[in-house]
Nanobody
């Protein structure tokens, strides 16, 4: 059974930091592209950051220079370090695992709330 379990969300003041974690089980983790998405109330889910199996990264323009995605294949975990948080970063953050042609997987989400 595949599970992606996010943790690390919470309430933080603007300018603060949080580190999200996503622990995977039931997949060959090192072979998967791992992403973080987020969805704010009333908005579409958007891609925040991606890390490939080889460790290449990509970021949404809105988080470049503030967020860092990383992975530990030994621990089957992907991280999202979020610094200089802004109120507009408030959203539910989701972990996503992708390895075409197989079905992608989603975590249950973790709430991040940034107060002004």
């Amino acid at each position: 059974q595949v599970q992606l379990v996010e943790s690390g969300g919470g309430l933080v003041q603007a300018g603060g930091s949080l580190r999200l974690s996503c622990a995977a089980s039931g997949i060959w983790f090192s072979m998967y592209v791992m992403d973080w998405y987020r969805q704010a109330p009333g908005k579409q889910r958007e891609l925040v950051a991606t890390i490939t199996s080889g460790g290449s990264t990509n970021y949404a323009d809105s988080v470049k220079g503030r967020f860092t995605i990383s992975r530990d294949n030994g621990k089957k975990t992907v991280y999202l370090q979020m610094n200089s948080l802004k109120p507009e970063d408030t959203a539910v953050y989701y972990c996503h695992a992708l390895r075409p042609p197989y079905s992608p997987y989603w975590g249950q989400g973790t709430q991040v709330t940034v107060s002004s």
